[in-house]
């Protein structure tokens, strides 16, 4: 990133002589440059340079598919509810150590409701720690079955550093989207107490906010409530994602709807991003070469029942291989899983486009709006200015850094 003065900028705009700069590291380029074609070189070429996968190291496990909530926009609501046994427990710890190469391992615990099953967690760990893997781990949970013993043996035996938490909305609301199976409880103020002890053990917490037409203008209320109870709190990070973008289409068709969703989505982002309660990300140089877990060479999904896949959302389909097979994968489905939506119209000339790799398989791909777009563009410029205040702040520390040694 470059940051022109007034000057510079009003120099580009009039067309007048380029700054030398900005033509020699590709910022300003003729009009009639194909951008599209050198970018998808620019990629190829990246991915014939990436090391060889010597190892797998990114696991996404299932430990059950069983959980304590009833949502209903749930994408496992038809699944069969299965708990991953001790027998595959053993086995997933044993496939770990046999194909991580040596390497540190990344552990993601899925559900269902992870911690429905956390005997599986302390199988998993405890034989990655006697065999001397080094491992961290990160969970998706609706934070409900948390209480001291198990926030401590969670950052202690299973070196749980991150927990995303799913809201709906303000206590009423939260209660009756969540339909939890306990009676006579309040679910809501069990979660955020729930919130408040991790943070306090130093466990980081990203809030992920379901917005629809249901639950938009409850939403703004939570948000006054989460900074009002969360303010300063480190660690603590809050995001909005559309609810029908993953398989629940009910804004997603009617422009009006849709316009007005995003249009939510935006002020609530902002009122966490001005409070310091948004997800800053920093950009790198680092050429984005693929999508997600689906089409990277070092991550598999574990689901309970020991069938191994390529994407948490095929729970019951698609699998690539099984713990009992070893390595032997099934690399049609591998490469299925690699497979890329064709492009559109708008495509062409899309600023998005360096980082945009969709993939034909994915279940969360809702389509490409102006409105999603726009949302994206946002969420770009918001890490440009966070890699640019990073980039000054290192720079300062330095220089002070320097000054105070000895002439």
């Not at 409900?144 to 206590?171: C, M, P, S």
């Not at 603590?236 to 559309?242: A, G, T, W």
Request: glycine share 6%.
């Amino acid at each position: 990133m470059v940051l022109l003065s007034d000057a510079e900028m009003e120099s580009v705009r009039s067309g007048s002589a380029p700054l030398p700069e900005l033509v020699e590291n590709w910022f300003y380029v003729p009009e009639d440059h194909d951008d599209k074609t050198l970018c998808q070189q620019v990629r190829n070429v990246a991915r014939m340079l990436l090391p060889p996968a010597r190892g797998i190291t990114n696991y996404t496990i299932f430990t059950t598919t069983d959980c304590n909530a009833r949502c209903f926009y749930c994408f496992e609501k038809s699944t069969k509810r299965i708990p991953m046994s001790l027998k595959v427990a053993e086995k997933t710890a044993q496939f770990i150590i046999g194909y991580c190469g040596g390497k540190e391992v990344n552990l993601s615990w899925f559900g269902g409701e992870p911690l429905y099953n956390m005997e599986a967690i302390d199988i998993i760990c405890r034989r990655l720690e006697e065999r001397g893997i080094v491992f961290y781990s990160k969970m998706i949970s609706n934070g409900y079955l948390f209480d001291k013993e198990i926030v401590l043996k969670a950052k202690e035996n299973w070196k749980l550093r991150h927990v995303q938490i799913t809201l709906d909305g303000t206590e009423e609301v939260y209660n009756k989207v969540k339909a939890y199976i306990y009676k006579g409880v309040n679910a809501f103020r069990r979660v955020i107490e729930n919130v408040h002890l991790l943070l306090e053990a130093g466990i980081a917490v990203s809030i992920r906010l379901n917005i629809d037409t249901y639950n938009s203008d409850d939403l703004m209320n939570l948000s006054r409530f989460l900074k009002k109870d969360f303010y300063g709190k480190k660690g603590f990070h809050v995001y909005v994602h559309p609810l029908f973008g993953e398989n629940n289409h009910y804004a997603v068709d009617d422009p009006v709807r849709r316009k007005d969703l995003f249009v939510k989505m935006e002020q609530l982002q902002d009122t966490f991003d001005g409070a310091g309660m948004g997800i800053d990300s920093l950009y790198t140089h680092f050429i984005k070469t693929n999508c997600c877990m689906a089409d990277h060479p070092t991550s598999l999904a574990v689901f309970s029942s020991g069938q191994l896949g390529k994407c948490e959302h095929y729970v019951e389909e698609k699998f690539v291989g099984h713990l009992d097979n070893g390595d032997v994968f099934d690399q049609e489905e591998v490469a299925a899983f690699r497979q890329l939506h064709p492009e559109i119209e708008e495509c062409d000339n899309c600023p998005l486009y360096p980082d945009c790799i969709r993939l034909i398989r994915c279940a969360s791909f809702y389509g490409c709006y102006p409105e999603s777009r726009n949302y994206t563009l946002r969420e770009l410029r918001s890490g440009m200015r966070a890699s640019y205040y990073a980039k000054i702040n290192n720079a300062k520390i330095e220089v002070s850094t320097e000054e105070s040694k000895p002439c």
